[in-house]
């Protein structure tokens, strides 16, 4: 029965995690966006466009990971769902 309760426990802190790493990859992007509208110099705005790129990217990894972990609920570790 304990071994019930520890899974669940288990379940709740990858997903709370997941969502921690959601809404700091919303806040990097924001970030990122706002670098870019106040760049100046060629070389920073293309800096700028590729941590745009990669921010869209790893954000929009967390959200699919985030939608795949509600709907298989029985994974231990959302990152290990595949599709």
Request: aromatic share 12%.
């Amino acid at each position: 029965m304990f071994q019930i309760a520890k899974k669940e426990n288990s379940k709740i802190t990858a997903y709370s995690l997941l969502l921690d790493d959601l809404e700091k990859a919303r806040y990097d992007l924001a970030l990122a966006y706002d670098n870019f509208e106040n760049a100046m110099e060629p070389d920073l705005i293309d800096c700028c466009i590729y941590q745009v790129n990669a921010m869209q990217m790893r954000y929009k990894f967390l959200l699919t990971k985030a939608k795949q972990f509600n709907e298989t609920s029985y994974a231990r570790n959302p990152l290990e769902i595949s599709k």
